[in-house]
């Protein structure tokens, strides 16, 4: 009963909102690519060209955007064409003008030094690109990781100031997952006066005593995944439950991220492509940046996904708004996973309403069968 209680909600404030049923939406999908002076030393100086996914129904109306985590471009995230899978397009049928960026280094934004895989980590290089594409170990051709966590809450402003002034919206609404709430985190922290609401999916929890260097440390720009790291290691470690994951979504992501990297594609001496993204150290956002986070926030965790640790973040956030969403049989990829319904429905109630369950704030649980109860 509960689970249509959700589903019956959403519909409501659908039709209040005069947005047509689900399957009467036409969605328009569109790339943009949205100007930023790089800061970052790689390039320092330069006008570059982020990507940004659009999707929107003939009605647009609140702005969401959507910013990925560490390792994969924002399409396969938030955008999948598998089932009903699609985060943006749910949001997209409910009157949200969504969005998803590509920060520096992943999908069709720039990757400046990744195209040399002289630039991943000798081992890396030793236990992945011998053969697809080298030869022989080489030294980097640029010996410092691309960026820090700063570089990107300065492109993360960008695209929520050109956001800002194309929908006429003074604020935004903005979803993080994993890596991506570090991004969103420290921004919002910094920006409260950009922001409506805040989902956090899965954050990367915040460390004490940061300490982020101005300029990238030494390093290499580039870090590579395989599909058997990905696939069969990190993922398939946690699905604990029957049917927590469709056989077929696997293969749907890898593809889709596949198709957003051309140099990664033909990398890998598996024959199978390797997921291409910066490497990520001077990185991380601090209790002090969660305290100053005021906006109205939703946190969403899957029961083995460092549950507690991500709790930690819930509690250390400033806002009176807040409510924490406990996700049974699900994962850090609870985006690809059959709990992805959960998911989507309690975003979809904050982001319209700024509640869960009718609650501002508190906390909640979905059984292994996405019905959503209250806890506290």
């Known amino acids: 009963m509960m689970k249509h209680a959700i589903v019956i909600s ?57 910013v990925h985590g560490a390792t994969g471009p924002s399409v396969p995230d938030f955008d999948l064409d598998f089932k009903d899978y699609n985060w943006m397009a749910t949001l997209a049928r409910a009157g949200f ?40 170990a080489c030294a980097p051709s640029y010996a410092f990781q691309m960026t820090t966590i700063r570089h990107e809450w300065q492109q993360l402003d960008a695209v929520v100031d050109f956001l800002r002034r194309s929908t006429n919206h003074p604020r935004v609404n903005i ?37 982020i260097p101005d300029k990238p440390s030494e390093g290499t720009p580039l870090y590579l995944q395989t599909k058997e790291a990905l696939m ?22 890898w593809k889709a ?33 969660a305290a100053k986070i005021t906006a109205p926030t939703l946190v969403v965790v899957g029961e083995f996904d460092r549950l507690a640790d991500r ?9 009176k708004q807040k409510m924490f969403l406990r996700v049974a049989c699900a994962s850090h990829f609870m985006v690809w996973e059959k709990q992805h ?8 109630e904050w982001l319209q309403h700024g509640t869960a369950l009718g609650q501002t704030s508190g906390e909640i649980e979905a059984d292994k069968n996405g019905v959503i109860k209250r806890t506290r």
């Not at 709790?311 to 806002?319: D, K, M, N, Y």
């Open 175 to 211: 979803v993080g997952w994993s890596a991506g709430g570090p991004r969103v985190g420290g921004y919002v922290s910094m920006h409260p006066e950009k922001i409506d609401r805040v989902v956090l999916y899965a954050p990367s929890p915040t460390i004490a005593g940061l300490n």
């Open 97 to 136: 003008d969504t969005y998803a960026v590509d920060l520096y280094g992943y999908g069709s934004s720039p990757r400046p030094g990744m195209d040399d895989p002289c630039n991943a980590s000798a081992k890396q290089q030793q236990d992945i690109l011998m053969n697809r594409p080298l030869k022989a």
């Open 10 to 66: 959403a519909a409501i404030a659908a039709m209040s909102t005069g947005v047509q049923p689900a399957s009467a939406q036409r969605l328009d999908t569109s790339d943009l690519f949205v100007p930023w002076t790089s800061t970052a030393p790689i390039d320092a100086g330069q006008v570059v060209a982020l990507h940004v996914r659009h999707k929107t129904g003939p009605k647009p109306g609140p702005v969401v955007l959507f």
């Open 311 to 319: 709790h930690t973040v819930f509690e250390q956030l400033g806002s």
């Open 341 to 348: 319904i959960a998911l989507q429905n309690m975003s979809l």
């Open 232 to 253: 069969r290691g990190r993922w398939a470690a946690d699905e604990k439950c029957d049917g927590q994951v469709d056989p077929g979504i696997r293969e749907a992501v």
């Open 257 to 289: 991220t596949l198709d957003w990297d051309r140099v990664g594609r033909s990398w890998g001496n598996a024959g199978e492509g390797v997921m291409r993204s910066p490497l990520l150290k001077d990185f991380g956002w601090s209790p002090d940046m």
